[in-house]
């Protein structure tokens, strides 16, 4: 069972949440809804989430097939639903840049495979209905 630790550290609603091995994320709201830019709001949280394990998969992926990953960046960008509470993620567009000598073909394929098939948070995003598309730049 995983575990995190959740306290409250800053105004009303700055929060610190910290996992069993110490690692620390400040968590805030909206300035719109009591918030002072203490943290990261929770929902923008998710989609690093998505980006952090996706990398995780495609990085992973194209070291096991001996390919040069010089450089790794991700542009991620969400549409959630309008009035209604909670508010989920509906639409999720990605944008993977990978830098090197990477064939095209393998890089192509590990984005597939990270996005459709391994990532963890793209599949609980995916269980909510949430639409997610992603494009690759390949930058030698």
């Given at each position: 069972?995983i575990r995190?630790?959740?306290?409250?550290?800053?105004?009303?609603?700055?929060?610190?949440?910290?996992?069993?091995?110490?690692?620390?994320?400040?968590?805030?709201?909206?300035?719109?809804?009591?918030?002072?830019h203490?943290?990261?709001?929770?929902?923008?949280?998710?989609?690093?989430?998505?980006?952090?394990?996706?990398?995780?998969?495609?990085?992973?992926?194209?070291?096991?097939?001996?390919?040069?990953?010089?450089?790794?960046?991700?542009?991620?960008?969400?549409?959630?639903e309008?009035?209604?509470?909670?508010?989920?993620?509906?639409?999720?567009?990605v944008?993977?840049?990978?830098?090197?000598?990477?064939?095209?073909?393998?890089?192509?394929?590990?984005?597939?495979?990270?996005?459709?098939?391994?990532?963890?948070?793209?599949?609980?995003?995916?269980?909510?209905?949430?639409?997610?598309?992603?494009?690759?730049?390949?930058?030698?």
């Amino acid at each position: 069972m995983i575990r995190i630790e959740l306290e409250r550290v800053h105004g009303d609603f700055g929060f610190e949440a910290t996992d069993a091995d110490g690692h620390t994320v400040r968590i805030d709201t909206s300035p719109e809804t009591g918030g002072d830019h203490f943290g990261v709001r929770p929902m923008q949280m998710l989609l690093m989430g998505l980006g952090g394990c996706s990398g995780i998969d495609i990085v992973s992926i194209l070291k096991k097939q001996r390919q040069p990953v010089e450089g790794f960046r991700m542009h991620i960008e969400g549409e959630r639903e309008k009035g209604k509470e909670p508010s989920l993620w509906t639409d999720v567009r990605v944008l993977i840049e990978l830098r090197g000598r990477i064939d095209p073909e393998k890089a192509r394929k590990a984005c597939e495979l990270s996005m459709e098939k391994y990532c963890s948070v793209a599949a609980t995003l995916r269980a909510a209905h949430c639409h997610i598309t992603w494009e690759l730049n390949l930058i030698e």
